[in-house]
């Protein structure tokens, strides 16, 4: 009997077609996650009681039709750069001017009292035109959060040294799926305690419709 | 001394690539699993803005999206080139908003629902009334958590375009 050898099936080409199907995926794989700037709305309340703020505690931003900042605080107005926005703001949040019941304890500011009492004093409220660009009003937002981001950091390492982290280092820790239930809890109990102490107070008004 | 001597004949043997493919299908399945199809096809142009004190937005089924900006090019004949609001898969008016997150929040299940967040998939040079107008709906739906999606970058770079 001839001995017949059983035909092999050419499986060279098959690493060519894996290759191109892998390609195909991954050109098309998607792995980011969306980040963003997270804000909590104020939730709609029937009854608008008017809260009575001292005038020095407020930062009044309003950004206007042409994307220009102005910028209302301590009894002074003047147009301000996007870029000069963070400075001022922690200026303004970090002023500490209050004295007795108001005075703060760790600010580092100037303590001018035509400015801020303190951290849970200060509000700063932001107020924009229905012209406004989109991208001008992010940077705004983002400029101070940045400026709440810098202080609760400075904060957060005063207060707890030993971590040897600042507030965002713990807030990815935090939300780090490798961290331990443990860990968690205890770093929790420090965010929501500086947190407290840094409250970002931070109110938008209506735009102006016009 | 002949243990150095060089072989006779001593080609390089060739390298067996027998395992190249199971190699590369194991890759394959991998990023078969991995990948996310697109859920909405997008209508309008959308270049987020840039901003860097961003959180990561994790749990992508707790989040509902909202894309605004102007009609892409091939509905600007149709739609008009002033930006709008898309949902799903299909341009919306403001007042839509209110029953999208009625739909969103019904296919979840109840205990998920306090954790939803909305993300604001704006582009750049949409102008702000829009933005107003949605986050005013969000707030009579009570929808409170919301998220600016944006680039990574820096914010101020990202003005001077």
């Known amino acids: 009997m001839a001995k017949r050898a059983a035909p092999e099936v050419n499986a060279g080409s098959m690493a060519d077609i894996a290759f191109l199907l892998l390609i195909f995926f991954l050109v098309t794989t998607t792995i980011e996650t969306d980040s963003g700037l997270n804000r909590k709305l104020p939730p709609m309340e029937d009854s608008d009681e008017d809260v009575i703020i001292k005038e020095k505690n407020i930062f009044q931003l309003e950004v206007n039709r042409k994307n220009q900042l102005f910028l209302k605080t301590g009894g002074e107005e003047k147009v301000i750069e996007i870029k000069e926005l963070r400075a001022s703001a922690v200026t303004f949040l970090d002023n500490g001017g209050g004295a007795g019941d108001n005075a703060c304890q760790f600010c580092q500011g100037k303590k001018n009292p035509r400015s801020s009492d303190n951290f849970d004093k200060a509000i700063i409220s932001l107020q924009n035109d229905r012209a406004t660009e989109y991208d001008t009003y992010i940077a705004v937002q983002n400029e101070i959060i940045a400026a709440y981001n810098e202080l609760r950091n400075r904060e957060f390492k005063r207060a707890f040294p030993s971590l040897d982290m600042n507030f965002i280092e713990a807030e990815n820790a935090y939300s780090d799926a490798r961290t331990t239930p443990a860990t968690k809890a205890k770093l929790k109990e420090k965010l929501e305690q500086i947190k407290i102490l840094v409250p970002q107070k931070f109110s938008e008004a209506e735009p102006k419709s016009n | ?161």
């Open chain 2, 1 to 161: 001394m002949s243990k150095f001597k060089k072989k006779k004949g001593g080609e390089m043997p060739a390298v067996n690539t027998a395992s190249l493919p199971d190699i590369v299908f194991m890759l394959l399945f991998f990023f078969m699993v991995a990948t996310v199809m697109r859920q909405n096809t997008l209508m309008i142009e959308n270049k987020l803005p840039q901003a860097d004190q961003v959180e990561k937005l994790d749990k992508k089924s707790l989040v509902m999206y909202i894309y605004a900006g102007k009609p892409s090019t091939n509905f600007k004949s149709q739609y008009g080139s002033e930006a709008r609001i898309q949902l799903n898969d299909k341009f919306a008016d403001v007042k839509d908003i209110a029953a999208f997150i009625a739909a969103e929040r019904a296919a979840k299940r109840e205990e998920e629902v306090p954790f939803l967040t909305t993300a604001l998939k704006v582009d750049s040079k949409a102008n702000m009334g829009l933005v107003t107008d949605i986050k005013q709906e969000l707030r009579k739906v009570n929808a409170l958590k919301i998220n600016y999606t944006t680039r990574k970058g820096n914010a101020l770079e990202g003005l001077k375009k």
